[in-house]
């Protein structure tokens, strides 16, 4: 087998995918570690094992995102090259999404808003510091809780109603335009006696909406249409409904690909791939 390895590496989790020599997807695995390097090297030796393949049947190890300066040298005396990560977020989204060009959201630690056309370079529109990081910080002091799967399973129980302001609760008579179930102010309307499950619910909607804002200006920027959003955050439950109601407000069209969480290392992949045939 003739396989290329994306390697999307983080700061303690790393996502792996292979690629036929077509760009079509074999699998995809993430692990956690404490460090990047042990974190790569133990993400490699399990896909490795998991999809029964040998050293001699990966053809090249592509390595992108904040962990891949710490990988030097050839791994595993593999060919090995890196990617930079904003060029392997926007092909991987757009690739995963069947769209020739959008404004990309890669929601990780923090947010990255990018231009994305195939054929053309990804353009890096501006960043936020607001993303998964964010929620786990405040649901840290909030819940005593930073695990990401913890988080999400706690949110998904929590009462908006017991945290947020809405139009409905500030506004008799609201413009036709707005929903008055929409948010009016995050945290503004905090029960004395909100759960910690309320309390999770207010953060991870605060996070998603905030991003969901700035992604309606990296549009007017472009002159854009369409977001295609990726990264771990897309699989909160609340991320959906958010973005339709940005969808329903801006008329902005809002995809969640399949595999959003691997569109990083799968555009590694991809992108070798591209420069291998230009050469």
């Known amino acids: 087998m003739d396989v290329i390895l994306g390697i999307d590496i983080g700061g303690t989790t790393t996502k792996i995918v292979g690629l036929k020599g077509d760009g079509a997807v074999i699998s995809t695995l993430r692990v956690r570690a404490e460090d990047p390097l042990t974190s790569l090297y133990g993400a490699l030796g399990s896909y490795l094992s998991g999809n029964r393949l040998e050293l001699g049947d990966v053809r090249r190890v592509v390595l992108t995102g904040v962990g891949a300066a710490y990988a030097e040298g050839g791994i595993y005396g593999l060919p090995t090259c890196t990617v930079d990560e904003f060029s392997a977020s926007g092909t991987g989204a757009l690739a995963l999404s069947g769209q020739p060009r959008a404004v990309v959201a890669t929601m990780g630690t923090g947010t990255a808003f990018l231009w994305a056309e ?10 936020s510091g607001i993303g998964g990081g964010t929620l786990g910080g405040l649901c840290r002091k909030l819940v005593d809780m930073e695990r990401f799967g913890q988080i999400k399973k706690l949110a ?6 017991r945290v947020d302001l809405t139009i409905r609760d500030i506004a008799k008579d609201p413009a036709a335009t707005l929903d008055p179930s929409l948010t009016a102010a995050n945290f503004g309307n905090l029960a004395e006696d909100a759960t910690p499950a309320d309390l999770a619910a207010g953060a991870v909607n605060l996070v998603l909406q905030a991003i969901g804002t700035m992604t309606v200006l990296a549009c007017q920027c472009c002159g854009a249409d369409t977001v295609v959003l990726t990264g771990a955050m897309t699989t909160l439950s609340q991320a959906a409904p958010n973005f339709e109601n940005f969808q329903r407000l801006y008329g902005i069209r809002y995809i969640i690909p399949e595999r959003a969480t691997f569109a990083t290392a799968i555009g590694a992949g991809l992108c070798s791939l591209e420069q291998k045939a230009l050469s």
């Open 118 to 127: 195939r054929g053309k370079a990804v353009r890096h529109l501006c960043g």
């Open 156 to 161: 998904e129980q929590g009462d908006l109603g």
